[in-house]
């Protein structure tokens, strides 16, 4: 058996490249018209999932283990 894909939203994969590019949280936000708060409820949705503890470390969780795009 295989193991399950990471699942993850466009949006959330977004926001997690841009901080990997190292924009701060009111950067991205502002960048995104969103809000701080749901860039770093993304951030950190997108941490718990990869069981990392900074983007670029849940960027290489994301491509080891693949991961499938949703809305």
Do not use: C, H, W
Request: overall charge positive; cysteine-free.
């Amino acid at each position: 058996m295989y193991p399950m894909k990471l699942q993850i939203s466009v949006r959330e994969l977004e926001i997690l490249r841009k901080s990997v590019y190292g924009l701060t949280v009111q950067q991205i936000a502002a960048d995104l018209n969103i809000s701080v708060q749901e860039v770093d409820r993304s951030l950190k949705g997108v941490m718990k999932i990869t069981q990392s503890k900074e983007p670029f470390q849940a960027m290489q969780s994301l491509a080891k283990n693949g991961f499938q795009v949703v809305d």
